[in-house]
């Protein structure tokens, strides 16, 4: 399958806890992206990288999230202090470069926060 | 402020029937106009992308139709199947930006038996 991968699918973590999704775009993408989406609404953009650089952060991605290209491949989202209002599906998607592409997303981390 | 408005918030049709669902957008100028269809549980799937100069685009039973005077794109699904019962989400490219998109909340549409 060459589509984009994400792992887990679910998390059940207590609040307060650290928790990291792992996402691997289609190989030939150099752009990654991460989004949330709640429950009834469209995803909410996080963050944007083009190969290894992180070239943009909303401001939804509080301190307490962090996101890694390290090698320009695979990427890591990390929550730390989990908090009950993190819940909801965390959706990678990639890209090529160029204006207009089309974003491929993966189905998705989906995190409960107990 | 950009938005991007859908209507209905939810939608029932009987299997074989066609359905229209309609998008309103502020955002101006943009490069282009997708929508994209999203089932339970699962990441959104591309299924048409209209640039600013085009009237209509189709996939096979799914129509796209772009107004860029009155700033609303419409989503036809003609002779429904079960397998259509999902959200349908508007996504507008600003062109100030090459990458971040303006989301809708998405349409849900359930085909009954």
């Known amino acids: 399958d060459t589509g984009v991968s994400q792992d887990p699918r679910h998390k059940i973590t207590k609040r307060g806890q650290n928790v990291t999704f792992r996402c691997d775009p289609i190989?030939?993408?150099?752009?990654l992206y991460w989004y949330r989406q709640t429950l009834g609404q469209g995803p909410e953009f996080l963050t944007y990288?083009?190969?290894?650089?992180?070239?943009?952060k909303s401001r939804l991605l509080s301190d307490r999230f962090s996101a890694e290209r390290p090698k320009g491949s695979f990427s890591t989202l990390e929550i730390q202090r989990t908090e009950q209002g993190d819940s909801a599906m965390y959706l990678c998607?990639?890209?090529?470069?160029?204006?207009?592409?089309?974003?491929?997303f993966g189905p998705g981390t989906r995190l409960l926060v107990l | 402020k950009n938005q991007v408005e859908q209507s209905p918030q939810s939608l029932i049709i009987l299997e074989g029937k066609n359905c229209t669902l309609q998008?309103?957008?502020?955002?101006?100028?943009?490069?282009?106009l997708r929508w994209y269809k999203q089932d339970t549980g699962r990441g959104p799937v591309s299924l048409t992308i209209?640039?600013?100069s085009e009237n209509t685009k189709s996939n096979g039973r799914y129509t796209a139709t772009l107004d860029a005077d009155t700033k609303q794109s419409s989503l036809h699904i003609t002779a429904s199947q079960l397998s259509d019962s999902a959200s349908y989400i508007c996504?507008?490219?600003?062109?100030?930006?090459?990458?971040?998109?303006?989301w809708g909340a998405g349409t849900k549409l359930i085909i009954k038996p």
């Open positions: 998607a990639s890209s090529p470069s160029g204006s207009g592409e089309t974003q491929y």
């Open positions: 190989s030939e993408h150099n752009r």
């Open positions: 990288f083009q190969n290894e650089a992180q070239l943009e």
């Open positions: 998008c309103n957008y502020t955002v101006s100028p943009f490069s282009n």
């Open positions: 209209m640039t600013f």
């Open positions: 996504v507008v490219s600003p062109i100030r930006s090459n990458y971040q998109l303006i």
